[in-house]
């Protein structure tokens, strides 16, 4: 199995940056996609931005633009940048990496989370 381990939260002010990270072990090989989640009280989780495979990423259209993704395979890192951040993306961000099964399945692993809060 996968295990993920966010880090990096904390509290930034609006306009600032952040930068997340989550480090990846256990069957590290078997990772297909990774990507960031996010959940705030009382909302869904949502996507935040995503690697489905190798040079390609996925966005939020609320991100774009300020959010950057990246992963580091030799480390088993991927991270987030988090700059210009809005009241709006405080949240509990989630690491997430998709696993290959036999049958070609995938399952889905996830970190604890880490809280972000953007002060205004």
């Known amino acids: 199995q996968v295990q993920l381990v966010e880090s990096g939260g904390g509290l930034v002010q609006a306009g600032g940056s952040l930068r997340l990270s989550c480090a990846a072990s256990?069957?590290?090989?078997?990772?297909?996609?990774m990507g960031w989640y996010r959940q705030a009280p009382g909302k869904q989780r949502e996507l935040v931005a995503r690697?489905?495979?190798?040079?390609?990423?996925d966005y939020a259209d609320s991100v774009k633009g300020r959010f950057t993704i990246s992963r580091d395979n030799a480390k088993n890192m991927v991270y987030l940048q988090m700059n210009s951040p809005k009241s709006e993306d405080t949240a509990v961000y989630y690491c997430?990496?998709?696993?290959?099964?036999?049958?070609?399945?995938?399952?889905?692993?996830w970190g604890k989370g880490t809280l972000v809060t953007v002060s205004s």
């Open positions: 690697i489905p495979n190798i040079g390609s990423t």
């Open positions: 997430n990496a998709v696993v290959g099964e036999l049958l070609g399945y995938g399952m889905d692993y």
């Open positions: 256990g069957s590290t090989f078997r990772i297909r996609a």
